[in-house]
């Protein structure tokens, strides 16, 4: 399984991104799929998941009503909409493809490698 994240840049506090991860190889309706960033000095850290099968969402405090994930089964793609950005989220934002619907970065397998993101006030 291979995963190419995508979509990342450089704007303005308040515009929008969408992120994408394309993945190839056989995805099942029991994986899950999950968005983690990591800033700079910091760990990474989680920020939203979805399960391929059901669609079921979790989303990190930092980022709910702000952050939408969601998911094209027949693209084989996650994508991570990203409105109302603020400095705080600038990282590099990575897609991971796990097993369970956590939050702990450990419990993935697969992860692409990363899409920058910079948020200026």
């Known amino acids: 399984v291979q995963l190419q994240a995508s979509g990342g840049g450089s704007v303005q506090a308040g515009d929008s991104l969408r992120l994408s991860c394309a993945a190839s190889?056989?995805?099942?309706?029991?994986?899950?799929m999950g968005w983690f960033r990591q800033a700079p000095r910091k760990d990474r850290e989680f920020v939203a998941l979805?399960?391929?099968?059901?669609?079921?969402?979790m989303y990190a405090d930092s980022v709910k009503g702000r952050f939408t994930i969601s998911r094209d089964s027949a693209k084989n793609t996650v994508y991570l909409q990203m409105n109302g950005l603020e400095p705080e989220d600038t990282a590099v934002y990575y897609c991971?493809?796990?097993?369970?619907?956590?939050?702990?970065?450990?419990?993935?397998?697969?992860w692409g490698q990363g899409t920058q993101v910079t948020v200026s006030s």
């Open positions: 991971a493809r796990g097993r369970y619907r956590v939050r702990d970065p450990t419990e993935y397998d697969y």
């Open positions: 190889g056989r995805t099942y309706s029991s994986h899950v």
């Open positions: 979805i399960s391929w099968g059901a669609g079921h969402t």
